[in-house]
């Protein structure tokens, strides 16, 4: 029997510029840049939270594959990403885009194979 699973990415982005962790719309720009680069399937709209005030934005996509979530921490210049896909995927470069985008100094990717039998 093949072994079937599928993979986790549970990524930590350090000394991002403030202000796009308070911006919906920047975020929205990370998202749809995972989602089109990765050849993911949105089964709905993003879910969006902004915290009152200077905190952060609370996202949620959900896929076909499963799911996209970021949680920013502006008074801490950091970003938590987390992609799970139902399949095996190509890696996505985080390092490089989050750099890009949001200003990363240090980017963190973990990922977790998540087999579905034992």
């Given amino acids: 029997m093949e072994h079937t699973g ?4 549970v990524v930590e982005a350090h000394g991002c510029d403030r202000e796009p962790l308070c911006d ?3 975020l929205q720009q990370v998202f749809s840049r995972i989602i089109a680069e ?4 949105p089964v709905a709209e993003p879910v969006w939270h902004k915290f009152p005030g200077e905190g952060g934005v609370t996202g949620l996509a959900l896929l076909s ?3 996209l979530a970021c949680h ?10 987390n992609l799970f896909c139902c399949k095996p995927r190509p ?5 490089s885009r989050l750099k890009e985008m949001l ?10 194979d998540r087999p579905y039998g034992s």
């Fill in 6 to 9: 599928g993979c986790e990415w």
């Fill in 24 to 26: 919906i719309a920047r």
């Fill in 38 to 41: 990765a050849g993911l399937h």
């Fill in 65 to 67: 594959e499963s799911h």
């Fill in 72 to 81: 920013t921490f502006p008074e801490y210049r950091s970003v938590c990403l």
């Fill in 91 to 95: 890696e996505w470069d985080f390092e």
């Fill in 103 to 112: 200003g990363a100094s240090t980017v963190i990717v973990r990922r977790i």
